[in-house]
């Protein structure tokens, strides 16, 4: 059982995007996944753009723009991001441009973030996925400084596709230091476990962003 922290199964639910990006996805993959984010009582579900509109009723429907490289120019991540909201995404998870963070370019990230956030205004939550595991500690804290001017709502470790690796507990406390409890901090990518998403609780994630859900929350006592 995870005990790192003090959480219910409910109220861990109530922080998990429960996540279907895989390329193969199909739309019954997509019912299947609203049906049982439904039975876990999780907060949000999110998917591809490409598979919305989705009807998923009691639950927040979230996407991604410029995923999973982030190298899309910036205005297609705001058409992208604009577009989703349109059709229904109340949340939009976008991948900065990580080469810009690696060269230390953080004037480029932050005009990046900004076109999403002007495209999509506050019609829907921003959230800033920064691939932490291939960022150093000083540009992480760079980019989620630029993800909060930007006008961000949070800032995400990982894709999950990124070889560097996902979610780790170091950069979630570096994450959270950095934006001080003004912006949410969401980790994701490789959370496999109730321990794991517990240490990640701990290091100050307040959204997790997990594609097994259940296995995670069965982990957790009732």
């Known amino acids: 059982m995870a005990d790192s922290v003090s959480l219910t199964r409910s109220e861990v639910a109530a922080m998990i995007d429960h996540t279907l990006l ?29 598979m919305l509109p989705v009807r998923a009723p009691g639950v927040v429907v979230a996407t991604v723009a410029g995923f999973p490289s982030g190298k899309h120019h910036s205005l297609i991540k705001g058409a992208e991001a604009r577009l989703a909201v349109d059709q229904g995404a109340a949340e939009v998870d ?30 829907a939550v921003l959230k800033v996925i920064i691939e932490s595991a291939a960022l150093t500690d000083a ?18 470790t990982s894709t999950g596709f990124h070889p560097a690796g996902g979610a780790g507990p170091h950069a979630v406390r570096l994450m959270a230091e950095t934006v001080g409890g003004r912006l ?7 959370i496999r476990t109730a321990e794991a998403a517990a240490e990640l609780i ?6 997790l962003g997990l594609s097994r859900s259940r296995a995670v929350l069965d982990g957790f006592p009732e």
């Open 22 to 50: 895989a390329p193969e996805a199909t739309s019954a993959d997509v019912t299947a996944l609203v049906a049982e984010a439904r039975e876990l009582g999780v907060y949000a579900v999110c998917v591809s753009p490409a």
């Open 184 to 190: 949410g901090i969401k980790a994701s990518g490789g």
């Open 202 to 207: 701990t290091a100050g994630a307040t959204r």
């Open 94 to 123: 976008m991948v900065i441009d990580i080469g810009a963070a690696v060269a230390g370019d953080y004037a480029a990230v932050l005009a990046d973030i900004i076109v999403v956030r002007e495209a999509i205004d506050q019609r």
């Open 139 to 156: 540009a992480i804290v760079e980019v989620c400084r630029a993800a909060e001017q930007a006008g961000a709502d949070f800032v995400k």
